[in-house]
């Protein structure tokens, strides 16, 4: 099976709002994934609809050919929400401890912490460059830092699907390339399927794959290069703004 994640025709609805209109794209093994559009355009609840929060008021969605609520084999996808700084500044855990939630959450009972348990954690921390911070209350830790910990979490227990929602908001321009960079290393060396919701358009399009511009409806789903061809999204977007999303080619003429 090569769709990860396919979505059909999904509508739904909260209380009398229309929050998604009769979306539908597919995510193949391997894609990165960017999800952009406007505040309230619907992004996040895509998201909750796909790790099966929510179930659509239409449609049909189908994650490793099953539905999110009958996926069994949960591990098989990491997630990093959307969290407030204010939450993980108090949160009275080291560093390592927070990676090593996301193998407790994936545990049956009794969840008890084992020595390869925390082996793991301190492979994934290295690999992040992160051991040295290991003991560090999370709080203590840059913005970017504990992106990178969350991060950590996700990928803890070899996901094959990694789902995240704004995880470069908060912070600054180097701490966002970084991560950027090192989320675009995940999806080539590990061959991690990555969709991810983010307000950086201006930048989304140096590392991603593939592209779903959403506004309660689909506006654009596809390839990159095909954004930057795509006569309608000139219509839609204009000349510059367009090529300032797709960085397939020289911005210099746009800029000029």
Request: proline share 4%.
């Given at each position: 099976?090569?769709?990860?994640v ?8 909260y209380?009398?709002?229309?929050v998604?209109?009769?979306i539908?794209?597919e ?9 952009v559009?406007p ?5 996040t609840?895509l998201?909750?609809?796909?790790l ?11 994650v490793?050919?099953k ?11 990491g ?8 939450k993980i500044v ?8 927070v ?15 084992r ?31 504990r ?12 996901p094959?699907l990694l789902i ?11 701490s966002?390339?970084?991560f ?10 590990k ?9 950086d ?7 991603a794959t ?10 654009f789903?596809?390839?990159l290069?095909?954004?930057c ?11 510059y703004?367009q ?5 397939r ?6 800029l000029?």
């Amino acid at each position: 099976m090569r769709e990860v994640v396919s979505v059909r025709n999904v509508d739904f609805r909260y209380n009398s709002d229309n929050v998604l209109s009769d979306i539908s794209f597919e995510v193949s093994r391997g894609d990165y994934l960017g999800i952009v559009g406007p505040n309230g355009s619907g992004k996040t609840t895509l998201l909750k609809l796909i790790l099966g929060y929510y179930k659509p008021t239409r449609g049909e969605i189908e994650v490793f050919g099953k539905k999110p609520e009958n996926l069994k084999e949960r591990d098989l996808i990491g997630y990093v929400p959307q969290i407030t700084a204010g939450k993980i500044v108090s949160f009275p855990a080291t560093a390592k401890e927070v990676v090593l939630m996301g193998l407790v959450s994936q545990k049956k009972f009794p969840k008890a912490i084992r020595r390869e348990d925390e082996k793991k954690a301190e492979e994934i921390l290295e690999m992040m460059n992160m051991v040295d911070l290991k003991e560090r209350m999370v709080g203590e830790l840059s913005g970017g830092e504990r992106q990178k910990i969350l991060l950590c979490r996700a990928l803890i227990h070899d996901p094959e699907l990694l789902i995240l929602d704004e995880p470069v908001t908060a912070l600054d321009p180097e701490s966002r390339q970084e991560f950027y960079l090192l989320l675009e290393r995940i999806n080539r060396e590990k061959e991690v399927t990555i969709m991810m919701v983010t307000h950086d358009t201006g930048e989304i399009g140096n590392y991603a794959t593939k592209l779903l511009y959403l506004d309660r409806r689909v506006i654009f789903f596809g390839s990159l290069e095909n954004f930057c061809q795509s006569e309608e999204m000139t219509r839609f977007f204009g000349e510059y703004s367009q090529h300032i999303i797709c960085h397939r080619h020289d911005r210099r003429p746009w800029l000029s």
